[in-house]
């Protein structure tokens, strides 16, 4: 088991499940409405069964809604504060924009609490229904300038769409302007039936294929090139866009049509991004900071679901990078991505 040398680290990828969910106001109920139910206890935690419509989707514990249950772990993980963000199935890109709204609002308000809680342990980051872009950038608007919340958990795909589609440039224009984190998650990933095996492997396999997707099509899209001041982070390291990136670049170099398109080179592009640390593994990680940059990766655990890093911290502590590296990964990367003072932690 890998020690932590120090609580000093900020995670970025950890998710809230509300203890409650917000009963459905409207006439007629969606198929995918989700809601919370009793489930036994467990462990010594209480449990909550999350259903999207009639089906079990999830099973969580205290951990997710529980200020003073997560406080208590930050320590052996190696940290000092938590960014919160929504279980992503919850962003609910589904269903109608309008009933989507008063759910994601739920989740930001619950999010705010959490952080108002915490006595500055915790920063959050909201959910804004991106399936219509008007009511997004209105939500976005709560969340950060109501709420407080440093920014947004995107999914890496609405409906189908990629990220990098050029649809989601206001939104994107709009995040830029007040300074929001954007943290982009994998969710409901193409490829599913390509895996053979139990449910699990669409988190083990398919979501890290979507999030180098969603990656790469921000560099293909050349979307900070239009809007160079925008922070945007990918989830699991960044998934495969690690080993495409060689690819595209002398994709770009044979193929005119490519190399027409990209309006900067794509390594350039690509240290312009933040991952974070989620990859449960020292070599690939060293590989990522060679890759990015060491100005470009932030911790993350996926706290605090069963398939989290236990010690995102210690984990970056034993790679061997220098002290200003180390320390940079730990909490100085996720300042600046947050938009933090700098002598914030230090």
Same mark, same amino acid.
């Given at each position: #088991? ?32 989700? /809601? ?15 259903? $999207? ?10 951990? /997710?809604?529980?200020?003073? !249950? ?16 929504? #279980? ?18 739920? @989740? ?5 609490? #959490? $952080? ?35 920014? $947004?958990?995107?999914? /890496? ?26 943290? $982009? ?8 039936? =390509? @895996? ?29 090139? =239009? ?14 866009? /690690?080993?495409? *990136?060689? !690819? ?36 690939? *990680? ?61």
């Amino acid at each position: #088991m890998l020690t932590p040398r120090c609580p000093c680290g900020i995670d970025l990828h950890a998710h809230v499940v509300p203890e409650h969910l917000p009963a459905y106001a409207g006439r007629q109920l969606p198929a995918l409405w989700p /809601s919370m139910a009793a489930a036994p206890p467990a462990g010594g935690l209480c449990h909550r069964h999350v259903l $999207v419509g009639a089906k079990q989707y999830r099973t969580v514990d205290e951990r /997710s809604w529980s200020t003073a !249950r997560r406080l208590a772990d930050l320590p052996a993980m190696g940290l000092q504060h938590q960014v919160l963000s929504p #279980m992503p199935e919850l962003l609910s890109y589904w269903l109608e924009p309008a009933d989507a709204q008063p759910l994601l609002r739920h @989740l930001n308000e619950t999010i705010a609490a #959490m $952080v108002a809680e915490s006595a500055g342990a915790f920063y959050g980051l909201g959910a804004v229904p991106l399936q219509d872009i008007d009511l997004a950038i209105t939500e976005l608007r709560h969340a950060v300038q109501t709420l407080g919340l440093h920014g $947004v958990e995107i999914g /890496s795909n609405v409906n189908g769409v990629v990220i990098g589609d050029p649809r989601f440039d206001p939104f994107f224009e709009a995040c830029a302007a007040l300074g929001a984190a954007v943290f $982009v998650h994998a969710l409901k990933p193409a490829g599913m039936d =390509r @895996l053979v095996g139990p449910a699990p492997l669409q988190q083990v396999l398919a979501y890290p294929t979507d999030v180098g997707l969603a990656a790469a099509s921000v560099i293909t899209g050349n979307l900070l090139v =239009r809007h160079p001041t925008l922070r945007i982070a990918f989830s699991h390291g960044g998934g495969t866009l /690690s080993a495409l *990136l060689p !690819r595209l670049a002398e994709g770009a170099r044979i193929f005119p049509a490519l190399r027409e398109q990209l309006q900067q080179p794509v390594a350039e592009q690509a240290r312009q991004l933040y991952f974070d640390t989620l990859v449960y593994d020292g070599a690939t *990680l060293r590989h990522l900071v060679a890759s990015f940059g060491a100005s470009q990766l932030m911790l993350g655990s996926d706290y605090p679901f069963n398939f989290h890093e236990r010690a995102p911290a210690a984990r970056v502590q034993a790679c061997g990078f220098d002290d200003a590296t180390t320390a940079a990964l730990l909490h100085g990367n996720a300042r600046r991505f947050l938009g933090l003072p700098k002598e914030l932690n230090a």
